[in-house]
């Protein structure tokens, strides 16, 4: 398969068509082998229009979804990302190539593992894979002038928003209602606002961001 081909038609035809005009985000994701992401056995199917599951509960997402999602975080060449539940690491791939350094916070260490080796044959070397808990973050390397969540989630994520600089953002889907939407919140002081700005096509919760459990009685 002509890699390098299937990539530019992605570009041309699943993100430029739906209003990402940011040239720096276009030109990291044609040049990115989206491919490399996937176990071998799926290779074939990273540039297609649709979701890609690569390991229980993770799901690479749409290059539409995906390039309007990081349009929306406006990746800055000065902001130090935590990108939390980097999964194999492509989303990775992409912002370290906009900004300055990305720390990438992964739940699962298989899967942390793969991350920092695709991270490491890319020469990506302003980014950095650490195993721990996506959803309490990583305090302790921050605080982050942006983080980027590329999963849909079910509840605000308070810990998150409490590790952004002030005057960051965080960049996440958010699905309430059986609908799914990307979203930005800024940071100003100890308030916090939430900004909707596309419907997205993913359904499925990323692991440990579902809606907590009520109790009816």
Known sequence: MDFETARRHMVESQVRPHDVTDLGLQAAMETTP?????PVELRDQAYVEREIEYAPGRLLLTARD???LAAI???RPTDLVLNALCGSGYSTAILAQLTEMVVSLESDEALAGKAQENLTSLGKTNAAVITGDAWAGAEDQGPFDLIF???AIAREPSPLLQQLKDGGRLATILREDGIS????YRRSGDAFACTKYFDASTQSIAPGFEAPQRFVF
């Open 66 to 68: 995906f390039s309007k």
């Open 34 to 38: 989206r491919e490399i992401f996937l």
């Open 181 to 184: 939407c990307g979203v930005l």
């Open 149 to 151: 969540v590329g999963a």
């Open 73 to 75: 975080a406006d990746p």
